[in-house]
């Protein structure tokens, strides 16, 4: 076994033990991944103070975000096709997730299902909606997250329709998958993989399956959002979904201002700004170039968590310290998954809590709840204005 210290190093593991067509459906963008590259490289940008002689003995991780209170601020963002990266995947990371003191967020398009995930965890996971054109369907699948005890509901609403990647399209990427000329030999030299999925409870979209039958629909591309996904959903429709969720109510996918306010005006609990990890509009601004204004202007209002190219621990508190109450992890965990399985996602949350330790320590932090923006060297904090 290499020794893995960073996320790179999972990174790195994955791309051997995983074939091609889903290791790219994981690291790839939409379009030229311009977006997708300036999540990271913005974040790599911003430098630290680094301080010292300051005492930050009995320093403290810990953090609650949207009532659950969690060993470090750092939860796992919702990713689709979990359970096709690694048999069981999802299932696996809520273990995980469950292990490391976190919780772990279950994608309406996940291979196991919301009850799959239920029955092999302990503690409450948080679930995110697709809407349907069929109202019907939403209507069953958050009542099946409210019966499994979900404590908070995200609803991403930057997906009106897929955003093209051109990797998907290249390899042919099917659900269940399917062996073309182009993928068949590099799948053939993944047997554990092979081993591991086939002896998964599902290979396809568990949460829709049942509907897809009494539909009579077939959903097996990549492009299944352009047929299925709402395309009217609007600011009326997050009315009628607070009606039917009893719990915390996230939309995921703000990326403006102004969207923001307009969401707090909504009665949401909280917003994720993300830009899909640069999946869906190429040319759309980093996350973190964004967050600061967002922060400034809902953060006294509503919870404002961060997702969007975050690798590192050192990228966690860069976040916070631009006005994030907490960060998602997409990229980062199924790296570890498909590289490890359990034991990797695990690995890469103990990562990301060493990297924070460490970082706090350089930087006279003791308490990841109180991140001033100083912690930054000044010439990036104004780089990064909040208004």
């Not at 990647?165 to 042919?172: I, M, P, V």
Request: with cysteine; net charge positive; proline share 4%.
């Amino acid at each position: 076994m290499p020794v893995i210290t960073n996320i790179e190093d999972l990174r790195a593991i994955a791309r051997k033990r995983c074939p091609r067509v889903m290791f790219d459906y994981v690291d790839s963008g939409s379009y030229d991944e311009v977006t997708r590259d300036a999540n990271r490289d913005e974040l790599r940008s911003i430098r630290f103070r680094q301080r010292v002689l300051i005492d930050t003995s009995g320093r403290a991780m810990h953090a609650e975000l949207l009532g659950t209170r969690l060993a470090l601020p750092v939860a796992i963002a919702p990713t689709g096709l979990t359970g096709l990266v690694y048999g069981d995947g999802e299932i696996l990371a809520a273990r995980a997730a469950e292990a490391e003191g976190t919780v772990y967020t279950l994608s309406t398009m996940s291979i196991c299902t919301i009850e799959d995930v239920r029955a092999a965890t302990t503690k409450p996971f948080w679930f995110q909606l697709y809407v349907f054109r069929d109202r019907g369907f939403s209507e069953e699948i958050i009542a099946r997250a409210r019966d499994a005890q979900c404590p908070v509901l995200f609803v991403t609403v930057d997906l009106p329709q897929r955003g093209q990647r051109h990797a998907d399209l290249k390899n042919g990427l099917t659900v269940p998958p399917r062996l073309t000329l182009r993928n068949a030999l590099d799948i053939a030299t993944k047997p554990g993989w092979i081993a591991r999925v086939l002896m998964g409870k599902r290979k396809t979209f568990g949460n829709v399956d049942d509907y897809l039958r009494r539909k009579n629909i077939r959903l097996g591309t990549a492009n299944w959002s352009q047929t299925h996904f709402d395309q009217s959903l609007n600011w009326r429709d997050i009315d009628w979904i607070r009606k039917l969720w009893p719990g915390k109510l996230v939309l995921k996918g703000i990326l403006d201002v102004d969207d923001a306010r307009t969401a707090v005006a909504a009665g949401v609990d909280g917003i994720v700004v993300s830009n899909h990890g640069g999946r869906q509009l190429d040319g759309a601004p980093a996350t973190v170039r964004v967050l600061p204004e967002i922060a400034s202007a809902v953060g006294d209002r509503t919870e404002v968590l961060f997702d969007g190219g975050i690798r590192s621990g050192q990228d966690v508190i860069k976040a916070l310290a631009l006005g994030a109450r907490g960060c998602l992890i997409g990229r980062a965990h199924l790296y570890g998954l498909a590289a490890m399985g359990e034991a990797g996602v695990r690995k890469a949350v103990d990562i990301i809590r060493q990297e924070m330790d460490i970082t706090m320590m350089l930087t006279g932090l003791r308490d990841l709840r109180k991140v001033p923006r100083e912690v930054l060297y000044d010439g990036d904090a104004r780089a990064f204005p909040r208004n």
